[in-house]
């Protein structure tokens, strides 16, 4: 039987902690969006195979930036909140980077 009134157990999943992260550095218009973690297989030449594209949901305004690795690596890896915190900030400016190749 589903108990939709249970609490939910807090998420160990890598998309919920970067999705964490995004939430505690939105600037205070930004508090009523929805943040979205999504990881997608990239086709484009100079592109890495497979991204963290990261959705602020906003009627006003959606943005929509990417971090070029899987989502693992980046919740995982000692620079992932400085990765993710610099694509925000980047997003936020108004600023898209250009596509990188995947690390060897």
């Known amino acids: 039987m589903i108990n939709i009134t249970a609490a939910k157990p807090r998420s160990a999943k890598p998309n919920a902690k970067i999705r964490k992260w995004i939430e505690g550095a939105l600037p ?6 929805t943040v979205m973690v999504n990881e997608l297989q990239c086709f484009e030449p100079g592109c890495a195979p497979v991204e963290t594209v990261i959705s602020l949901l906003d009627p006003g305004k959606p943005i929509i930036f990417k971090v070029f690795a899987p989502i693992a690596e980046v919740a995982e890896s000692p ?26």
């Open 28 to 33: 205070a218009e930004y508090e009523d969006v």
């Open 79 to 104: 620079t992932g909140p400085e990765q993710v915190l610099t694509a925000l900030q980047e997003a936020l400016r108004g600023a898209a980077p250009s596509h990188q190749t995947a690390a060897a």
